[in-house]
């Protein structure tokens, strides 16, 4: 009986939470093209990606703080009410004709850090909710709110024309609202969102240090974190470049319906995950999806050809779900629940610190070197260009297959360190999940 009241909890709280980052997406899809079709540029168009990654690793550390002081639920409202109001001065811009584009770096940047702050102080509960059987399971259950995300393009092109840019940051507006409603009706146990008592306060940044200090301490974690950050620095490139890679050849139309498609991939992904859990030994999952996701990586450049990426995206965002849950699962379980929050944090910092730099390399890259390469008179022309095409969006495509081979070479540079293979010899840290008390938000 536990067990389905936990589940029902859990259940409801998602829901909650995936109808926010429904609406979400369908604003940060809708800016996206925004800005790229009124300025033509790969790098402003890559400024969003970064207004999006650098808040959220500044913040971080003190996220975490936040997460294990004080009640997890009211730290995820407050997040949300942050985000809340950066979408609706948007709207107001929108309604008055007044948007810039620097209004939409500043509006994700808040976005960002509220995203944060709300994502480790959840992350942090989830665990004494779930317990350590299903952990995996409910960690790839989360990934599906990032394939909702990525399949949003589709929806966001039908609204915008329909309801427009103030219609879709309206619905944006409206599924804050019904995530604060859900978390505001839902009891949840004390055990989850009260952090653990008894453990003396000190100075914020002392506090903040001690996520690293557990990480540094286990050799194995700290190890993994560093795989991590640079898994996500070169997927850094492939999430700001795939769009422009696809608009070089395809119409906005096109972008959305293959947006979907790698949503699809990363859903099918996530419903594995979900029934899975993931294998007894978790860092082969997170080495196998990074292999595998590599080559996904280099197939995307072989030709200008949405048929093509049809294929490659889903098969590469098919990974993400078993990287990112399989990552997660470890951090939660080889943690001490007194420091969790901290050392999500922490381990948020680690692993997307590289993200802001992939971003802001990713546009100059693509525009003034790989771009000019690939020209039908670059250097690469009678070499590469005779694999791969020249032309516009060829040089996008030569980053992929850079990127994507980089993947699987770090694949290599893991396996040859023997803390990170044997990470799940760690003794666990969580303890069974007990029958929850619940109380009344």
């Known amino acids: 009986m536990a067990e389905r009241v936990r589940a029902r909890l859990l259940i409801a709280v998602w829901v909650g939470q995936l109808v926010s980052l429904v609406g979400s997406s369908l604003t940060g899809f809708v800016l996206g093209v925004w800005v790229y079709q009124e300025t033509g540029s790969v790098t402003q168009f890559a400024l969003i990606f970064l207004a999006s990654s650098l808040p959220a690793v500044l913040v971080a550390p003190f996220a975490g703080v936040v997460a294990d002081r004080w009640d997890r639920r009211r730290v995820m409202l407050l997040a949300d009410l942050g985000a809340a109001v950066g979408t609706a001065a948007l709207a107001l811009l929108v309604a008055t004709d007044s948007l810039a584009v620097w209004h939409i770096y500043l509006a994700t940047a808040l976005s960002a850090a509220s995203s944060t702050v709300h994502q480790v102080a959840y992350q942090a509960m989830t665990p004494a909710l779930v317990g350590k059987e299903h952990l995996g399971r409910f960690n790839g259950l989360m990934q599906v709110t990032r394939a909702v995300q990525i399949a949003a393009p589709l929806v966001a092109g039908l609204l915008v024309v329909t309801i427009g840019i103030g219609g879709v ?172 929050g901290r050392v999500l944090a922490a381990a948020r910092v680690i692993g997307d610190a590289s993200v802001p730099v992939a971003y802001l390399l990713a546009g100059p890259l693509a525009d003034r070197v790989f771009e000019p390469l690939m020209a039908a008179d670059g250097a690469l022309a009678g070499s590469v260009g005779a694999v791969i095409g020249t032309g516009d969006g060829r040089g996008t495509a030569l980053v992929f297959a850079v990127t994507g081979t980089l993947m699987v070479l770090l694949v290599a540079a893991a396996w040859s360190r023997r803390p990170l293979r044997e990470v799940d010899d760690l003794p666990d840290a969580l303890e069974p999940t007990q029958t929850p008390e619940p109380v009344r938000g």
């Open 169 to 340: 940051l309206a619905v944006d507006l409206g599924s804050f609202a019904v995530a604060a409603l859900t978390l505001l009706l839902v009891r949840l146990p004390a055990e989850a969102t009260r952090p653990a008592g008894g453990r003396k306060r000190e100075p914020v940044l002392r506090e903040a240090a001690a996520g690293w200090h557990y990480l540094r301490a286990h050799t194995g974690l700290w190890q993994l974190m560093l795989l991590f950050g640079g898994y996500n620095f070169l997927f850094g490139f492939a999430g700001v470049l795939v769009q422009p890679l696809i608009l070089s050849f395809a119409s906005a139309d096109t972008l959305g319906l293959l947006m979907f498609a790698g949503g699809a991939g990363l859903f099918a992904g996530s419903l594995v995950m979900t029934a899975w859990g993931g294998p007894a030994r978790r860092i082969h999952a997170v080495l196998g999806g990074l292999a595998l996701g590599g080559v996904a990586l280099v197939l995307h450049s072989l030709t200008p050809s949405a048929w093509l990426i049809a294929v490659v995206a889903p098969l590469f965002l098919f990974t993400l779900p078993i990287v990112n849950s399989s990552t997660m699962t470890l951090v939660q379980t080889k943690t001490e629940p007194a420091v969790l």
